[in-house]
Nanobody
Framework: QVQLVESGGGLVQAGGSLRLSCSAS????????MRWYRRAPGKQRELVAT???????NYADSVKGRFTVSRDNAKNTVFLQMNTLKPEDTADYYC?????????????????WGQGTLVTVSS
Protein backbone atom coordinates (compact mmCIF):
# COMPACT_ATOMS: atom_id res chain seq x y z
CA GLN A 1 0.00 0.00 0.00
CA VAL A 2 0.92 3.65 -0.35
CA GLN A 3 0.33 6.26 2.34
CA LEU A 4 0.49 10.06 2.29
CA VAL A 5 1.22 12.09 5.39
CA GLU A 6 0.83 15.88 5.45
CA SER A 7 2.48 18.28 7.86
CA GLY A 8 3.04 21.99 8.28
CA GLY A 9 -0.44 23.27 9.04
CA GLY A 10 -1.14 25.66 11.87
CA LEU A 11 -2.36 29.09 12.90
CA VAL A 12 -1.00 32.17 11.15
CA GLN A 13 -2.00 35.80 10.88
CA ALA A 14 -3.27 37.25 7.64
CA GLY A 15 -0.38 38.16 5.40
CA GLY A 16 1.80 35.42 6.82
CA SER A 17 3.21 32.26 5.27
CA LEU A 18 3.11 28.53 5.81
CA ARG A 19 4.73 25.63 4.03
CA LEU A 20 2.90 22.34 3.82
CA SER A 21 4.65 19.05 3.13
CA CYS A 22 3.26 15.71 2.03
CA SER A 23 5.42 12.59 2.03
CA ALA A 24 4.53 9.31 0.41
CA SER A 25 5.62 5.99 1.83
CA UNK A 26 4.95 2.31 1.34
CA UNK A 27 5.30 0.03 -1.64
CA UNK A 28 5.78 2.81 -4.18
CA UNK A 29 6.91 2.09 -7.70
CA UNK A 30 6.27 5.58 -9.05
CA UNK A 31 4.23 8.68 -8.32
CA UNK A 32 2.71 10.67 -11.14
CA UNK A 33 0.57 13.74 -10.57
CA MET A 34 0.35 15.11 -7.05
CA ARG A 35 -2.29 17.59 -5.93
CA TRP A 36 -3.30 19.77 -3.02
CA TYR A 37 -6.98 20.15 -2.22
CA ARG A 38 -8.66 22.11 0.52
CA ARG A 39 -12.05 22.07 2.18
CA ALA A 40 -13.19 25.12 4.08
CA PRO A 41 -15.95 24.87 6.68
CA GLY A 42 -19.31 24.63 4.96
CA LYS A 43 -17.80 24.61 1.48
CA GLN A 44 -17.04 22.03 -1.17
CA ARG A 45 -13.60 20.62 -1.70
CA GLU A 46 -11.44 22.79 -3.95
CA LEU A 47 -8.46 21.78 -6.07
CA VAL A 48 -5.73 24.21 -5.09
CA ALA A 49 -2.63 23.12 -7.00
CA THR A 50 -1.36 20.33 -9.22
CA UNK A 51 2.13 19.23 -10.16
CA UNK A 52 3.04 16.49 -12.60
CA UNK A 53 6.04 14.20 -12.31
CA UNK A 54 7.75 16.42 -14.87
CA UNK A 55 7.12 19.56 -12.83
CA UNK A 56 4.24 21.13 -14.73
CA UNK A 57 2.06 23.11 -12.34
CA ASN A 58 -1.46 24.47 -12.27
CA TYR A 59 -3.22 26.59 -9.68
CA ALA A 60 -6.71 27.64 -8.72
CA ASP A 61 -7.36 31.28 -9.60
CA SER A 62 -7.87 32.03 -5.92
CA VAL A 63 -4.25 31.19 -5.05
CA LYS A 64 -2.32 32.17 -8.20
CA GLY A 65 0.61 34.39 -7.37
CA ARG A 66 0.47 33.48 -3.68
CA PHE A 67 0.93 29.70 -3.54
CA THR A 68 3.70 27.64 -5.08
CA VAL A 69 3.66 23.86 -5.44
CA SER A 70 6.89 21.91 -5.80
CA ARG A 71 8.10 18.36 -5.35
CA ASP A 72 11.15 16.30 -4.56
CA ASN A 73 10.79 13.16 -6.63
CA ALA A 74 13.72 11.46 -4.93
CA LYS A 75 11.94 11.78 -1.59
CA ASN A 76 8.39 11.27 -2.91
CA THR A 77 7.42 14.54 -1.30
CA VAL A 78 5.32 17.47 -2.47
CA PHE A 79 5.28 20.93 -0.92
CA LEU A 80 2.88 23.84 -0.92
CA GLN A 81 4.41 27.20 -0.09
CA MET A 82 1.61 29.55 0.89
CA ASN A 83 2.36 33.26 1.07
CA THR A 84 0.23 36.33 1.71
CA LEU A 85 -2.34 34.15 3.42
CA LYS A 86 -5.90 35.40 3.77
CA PRO A 87 -8.63 34.40 6.23
CA GLU A 88 -10.47 32.78 3.32
CA ASP A 89 -7.54 30.35 2.95
CA THR A 90 -8.59 28.75 6.23
CA ALA A 91 -9.34 25.09 5.50
CA ASP A 92 -8.26 21.52 5.88
CA TYR A 93 -5.60 20.89 3.23
CA TYR A 94 -5.30 17.44 1.70
CA CYS A 95 -2.59 15.87 -0.40
CA UNK A 96 -3.57 13.55 -3.24
CA UNK A 97 -1.44 11.46 -5.55
CA UNK A 98 -1.71 9.14 -8.52
CA UNK A 99 0.70 6.33 -7.74
CA UNK A 100 1.82 3.00 -9.04
CA UNK A 101 2.24 0.70 -6.07
CA UNK A 102 2.81 -2.91 -5.24
CA UNK A 103 -0.36 -4.45 -3.79
CA UNK A 104 -0.53 -8.16 -3.04
CA UNK A 105 2.53 -8.73 -5.23
CA UNK A 106 0.88 -6.98 -8.18
CA UNK A 107 1.42 -3.54 -9.67
CA UNK A 108 -1.63 -1.39 -9.11
CA UNK A 109 -2.51 2.17 -10.05
CA UNK A 110 -3.76 3.88 -6.92
CA UNK A 111 -5.30 7.20 -6.02
CA UNK A 112 -4.07 8.01 -2.53
CA TRP A 113 -5.21 10.66 -0.05
CA GLY A 114 -3.56 12.04 3.03
CA GLN A 115 -5.36 12.63 6.31
CA GLY A 116 -5.30 16.40 6.00
CA THR A 117 -3.69 19.26 7.87
CA LEU A 118 -5.55 22.28 9.21
CA VAL A 119 -4.56 25.79 8.18
CA THR A 120 -6.15 28.65 10.10
CA VAL A 121 -5.57 32.25 9.04
CA SER A 122 -6.63 34.89 11.53
CA SER A 123 -7.61 38.41 10.49
Amino acid sequence: QVQLVESGGGLVQAGGSLRLSCSASGSILSINTMRWYRRAPGKQRELVATITSGGTTNYADSVKGRFTVSRDNAKNTVFLQMNTLKPEDTADYYCNADALGLVALKNRYLEVWGQGTLVTVSS
